[in-house]
C-alpha cells in the first residue's frame, strides 16, 4: 500500500481492508519496520503528529483541516482493553 492507495480510504470497510495490510505488512516485513516495538512506534505517532505540517509541505498535500482527534484517541486507548 502506498499513499496513494491511502488516499482512496473513504470508509470503514476501506479502512479495515487497511489493517488487514498493515498487520500482515508488520507480520511479514518487519525488517523493513523502524519502529517494532509498541512504545516506540506511539513515539513515532506522537512525534509526525508534532510535525505533520512539514509532511504535507514537502508532498504538496493538503493538510486536512478537521481530523477527529478524540475518535483517534478511543481507537488508540479502546485497543489498550480490546481483545
Known amino acids: 500500500m502506498n499513499l496513494t492507495e491511502i488516499n482512496k480510504i473513504k470508509d470503514k470497510n ?8 498493515i498487520i500482515k505488512d508488520f507480520q511479514n516485513n518487519r525488517i523493513e519496520w523502524e519502529n517494532t ?3 516506540n512506534y506511539f513515539e513515532a505517532i506522537q512525534s509526525w503528529i508534532g510535525d505533520m ?3 504535507y509541505q514537502n508532498t ?4 486536512p483541516k478537521e ?3 478524540r ?3 478511543t481507537i488508540l ?6 481483545e
Open 14 to 21: 476501506d479502512f479495515l481492508a487497511f489493517m488487514d495490510w
Open 71 to 73: 475518535f483517534i484517541a
Open 77 to 82: 486507548i479502546a485497543a489498550k482493553f480490546y
Open 60 to 63: 504538496g498535500q493538503t493538510e
Open 53 to 55: 505540517e512539514g509532511f
Open 37 to 39: 516495538d509498541l512504545l
Open 67 to 69: 481530523v477527529d482527534w
